[in-house]
């Protein structure tokens, strides 16, 4: 039995052209919709509310971006996904991920390693 406080909206739209129960036009760029509602409740020691609630302003807006960021952070999330669960366009998704310090792609040692051998074969003197 699932809690009260969890919804599932489930919206499927029909990938050929055909017409809903109106009469209007479903087009081919119709796609799946998925909307999940979660409530979860954190209970904090006061001094700790009040130190986040003088920092962050709306504690609920604050553990929504903190949740999706820790998605994004760890793949669950694409930039797309992040910026459609949070209601921000591209640029306001950047500037969030940005505020919070998390790169997008992350390089890797090897990445690193790839590009200092590339930069060396590249500004090594010609042979002759």
Do not use: W
């Amino acid at each position: 039995m699932r809690p009260s406080n969890h919804h599932r909206v489930l919206s499927l739209h029909s990938a050929s052209k055909r017409a809903d129960k109106k009469g209007r036009k479903i087009s081919a760029a119709s796609a799946l919709e998925v909307t999940m509602n979660i409530n979860i409740a954190v209970n904090l020691p006061p001094d700790v509310e009040e130190r986040l609630r003088t920092e962050s302003g709306d504690l609920s807006t604050a553990a929504r971006e903190a949740f999706a960021i820790e998605l994004f952070r760890r793949g669950i999330l694409s930039h797309y996904d992040l910026g459609q669960s949070l209601g921000r366009d591209r640029f306001e998704t950047d500037a969030l991920l940005k505020r919070h310090r998390v790169t997008e792609h992350a390089l890797t040692h090897e990445d690193v390693d790839a590009d200092v051998k590339s930069l060396n074969e590249l500004l090594a003197p010609p042979c002759s």
